[in-house]
């Protein structure tokens, strides 16, 4: 009986003392492309070790995240990045839906090369040689 008793008080202070977390998962798509997942997207939460990719259906899963306050930040190469507050709570799950718009760039954004960029072209092809 005594084994019994000590058994129990056991796990039920094992539980009080467990520390439960969240997780955060979503699906990332391309807004240009009619709404398709978007392969590969980076999806971190700033300032932490937190980081992952979505995979072939656009969807990403972060797991074991202690409670707070965070951002979560989306990126992939050639779109515009998407930034977003969560509060994750203990035993919760986040769903995150968020579409990405391809970058546009302006004229006054990109700089071009003329013949004048090179003053000394013998000592650029000098340097390529060695």
């Avoid at 008793?5 to 009080?16: D, H």
């Avoid at 799950?93 to 013949?115: N, P, R, V, Y």
Wanted: with cysteine; aromatic share 12%.
């Amino acid at each position: 009986m005594k084994i019994t008793l000590f058994f129990l008080a056991f796990v039920c202070t094992i539980n009080l003392f467990a520390q439960e977390e969240g997780t955060i998962r979503g699906t990332i798509f391309d807004i240009e492309m009619n709404n398709e997942p978007l392969l590969f997207a980076d999806v971190q939460i700033k300032d932490t070790e937190f980081k992952t990719q979505t995979n072939f259906r656009g969807n990403f899963e972060i797991q074991n995240i202690e409670p707070g306050n965070y951002i979560l930040k989306v990126t992939f190469l050639g779109y515009e990045s998407y930034e977003t507050p969560v509060e994750v709570t203990a035993a919760n799950t986040i769903e995150i839906t968020q579409g990405l718009q391809a970058k546009t760039l302006s004229l006054s954004d990109m700089s071009f090369a003329d013949e004048n960029t090179l003053q000394n072209q013998e000592t650029a092809f000098t340097s390529l040689d060695k």
